[in-house]
């Protein structure tokens, strides 16, 4: 039997979560059941109250640009989620030696975060311009043979908004790896010191494990935007040339709005999502476990 | 997770709220013949535009509510939803398209057929037009312009240094004359590489070259043996030799980035809708000194018809509906036309108009609009946005890939099958 008053505390946390709750239930899961039925559906400008099975994910798969949106996500993602964190964390070291100017530095590499994905694409755009930008300059101080053109090239374009966007998210990670960093007790270093341990040796086996949790919290908010992927995308290549960087994000987009075509758009966003909780569930089922999987999920 | 899809349906909230704000708004700004008027246009010279309608609609009695949201996917979106949340406006803008022709079947707008019958639209609006806004005998929009989205602009320094005389008469001509243009050391073709401005180069192409007939077999009839056939292929062949005269950053370029180059006589020609007309007045250019403009080749060249029209969302409020007869019947009017249309940049939906005060290339446009021999209706007023959607990707693949002739063809056969 729970105190009267402790019961009556518990009622006035319940009242205040309550608000945040029905945002959930309604604005996330309820839009979410949603997509999922309005899927199901032959919904164009409108959504429709039919049901038609699978042709809209049918129809889906056989789009060619889908499946070569997928493609790029995925190696949108393998890059620049593992430049941002080999980056973000070598910068984080540099940072750690105490070099002289590190604020001034610190704001440098995390400035661009505090720019959008938009301005980012812009400014990315027209350094990669091969008439405008960084090709353009060199070849005019006398290096008549860089040649640099991603963002037109057909095989490298989703590369050339990769290079931008770990431009802009690498410091970020840098950011959280030197929090951690600084978080390592002193007296770890001095041991391995007196050990005559090298030092490089020291960062890859004894503090890189110990920043598990920096590592995880750095890898979540970078796959979140790696699944959202869009305007960076809009604003360098609109998908270009031809179709070599579309993403999901702005499959859904084209076909929910200019391409009036909502069964299409939510059949797409439902694969986007059942494919996020796939990735989701083994990472959620190893947190359930905390006993057995140790502290290194505890982001 | 930021999917877009709880994004959509936070705008329905979002017009969920604005049902319970509207009618303080209503009452804030109450008046003779209320009419809410959503559009798209916002950049200086379209505000300008817009704000003629507004003026001949105050003139006429009326009292107007501006709701201009920046970008036509945006504004377009918002009266959807607000038609589905119940609170529309009083007129919302489309364009001259299919792309409201799910809201006809879905009984949500009202037709003008009184406005239509009594000034006499079947006569003095343009086929291609009519065929876009009269459904099953009803009349379900009100067109306000034409745009024609394939003009031909040069730049008249570029074709003297090249030493072309004349402007094209055939394609023979044209490519020749970008031969010329490639010698002389410029960029023969500025072009801005992004989907939707290779579909228009694509569709020009089309139309010109591969001819009204095989143009209106794609759009019009879907007939999926035409696509495969060898004149169609050769066609295709012939649009992707285009590429030898664009230059390598045309990748993603913005259309008047592509019109700067013309502009500056660094690019030849630049294939664009009649709205370019802007970026050379800004730049102080008059058309037929610095520049010049042909709708396509020789005398007989088609004419493709593009353009924006208001539709009137479904309500039994009398007063609405006075509003929405009114709104009407002003902007079909001959003067409106004339003065909006001039500060569009676009030509007016109707022939019998005084020219005077229009510059040379929409004089142009307007006589031959009196040819209806020479009119044709723009892809998106011949299939629904899904399918134009996904042959712009086709078109953008062709183009930018080593795709062949038969595979392209293949894509475009199944994309209008289903």
Known sequence: MTPPKRRYRNAAATLALLPMAATVVFAYAGTMAWTVRVSFSSSRTLPASDFVGLRQYERLFETERWTLSLQNLALFGIVFLVACLVIGFLLAIFIDQRVRGEGLLRTVFLYPYAMSFVATGLVWQWMLNPGLGLQATLRGLGLEGFTFDWIVRQDMAIFAVALAAVWQSSGLVMALMLAGLRGIDESLWMAARIDGIPAWRTYASIVAPQLGPSFATAFVLLAVTVVKVYDVVVAMTLGGPGLASEVPAKFIIDNLFGRANIGLASAASTVMLATVLAFLAPWLHARRRPAHGGGAFAA | ?418
């Not at chain 2, 009349?139 to 074709?159: E, G, L, Q, T």
């Not at chain 2, 050391?185 to 694509?202: C, H, S």
């Open chain 2, 1 to 418: 997770m930021t999917l877009p899809t709880p994004r959509l349906l936070a705008r329905f909230a979002a017009a969920a709220v604005l049902a319970a704000l509207v009618p303080m708004h209503a009452a804030l700004a109450q008046g003779p013949n209320r009419a809410e008027v959503i559009h798209w246009w916002t950049s200086g010279g379209e505000a300008a535009a817009v704000k003629e309608l507004a003026d001949a609609y105050k003139a006429a009695g009326g009292t107007w509510v501006d709701t201009a949201i920046a970008g036509g996917e945006q504004a377009r979106a918002t009266a959807i939803n607000r038609m589905v949340g119940g609170t529309p406006p009083t007129a919302a803008q489309f364009n001259t398209s299919q792309q409201f022709r799910d809201l006809i079947e879905g009984g949500m707008l009202n037709n003008v057929d009184d406005v239509a019958q009594k000034n006499n639209w079947d006569r003095i609006l343009p086929a291609p037009i009519l065929g876009a806004i009269k459904i099953k005998g009803h009349f379900y929009a009100v067109p306000v312009d034409i745009h024609m989205p394939a003009w031909f602009w040069y730049s008249k320094a570029a074709f003297a240094k090249a030493g072309i005389k004349d402007e094209p008469k055939t394609p023979a001509d044209f490519l020749a004359a970008l031969d010329k243009l490639k010698a002389a050391g410029l960029v023969p073709l500025a072009l801005g590489g992004q989907p939707w401005q290779e579909k228009i180069t694509f569709d020009a192409w089309l139309a010109h070259v591969g001819g009204p007939e095989l143009y209106l077999k794609l759009y019009r009839d879907r007939d999926v043996k035409t696509v495969q056939s060898p004149a169609f292929k050769t066609f295709l062949a012939s649009f992707k030799r285009l590429k030898d005269y664009v230059d390598p950053g045309s990748p993603g370029r913005n259309w008047n980035d592509a019109t700067a180059m013309v502009i500056t006589g660094k690019a030849g020609v630049q294939i664009m809708g009649d709205w370019a007309k802007g970026e050379f007045q800004a730049a102080h250019q008059t058309a037929g000194k610095e520049f010049g403009c042909f709708p396509g080749f020789g005398p007989r060249s088609p004419y493709l018809v593009a353009g924006d029209v208001f539709v009137f969302p479904k309500t039994s409020d009398p007063a609405q509906l006075k509003s929405q007869a009114l709104l009407a019947s002003v902007f079909t009017s001959p003067a409106t036309q004339v003065a909006f249309n001039n500060k569009k940049g676009a030509i007016p939906v109707r022939t019998d108009v005084d020219a005077a005060a229009m510059d040379p290339c929409a004089q142009q446009g307007l006589q031959i609009m009196k040819d209806a021999t020479r009119q044709l209706p723009n892809p998106e007023m011949l299939i629904a946005p899904d399918v134009v959607g996904a042959l712009q990707d086709i078109v953008t693949k062709f183009w930018n890939t080593n795709e062949s002739v038969d595979d392209a063809a293949n894509a475009i056969a199944a994309a209008i099958k289903s």
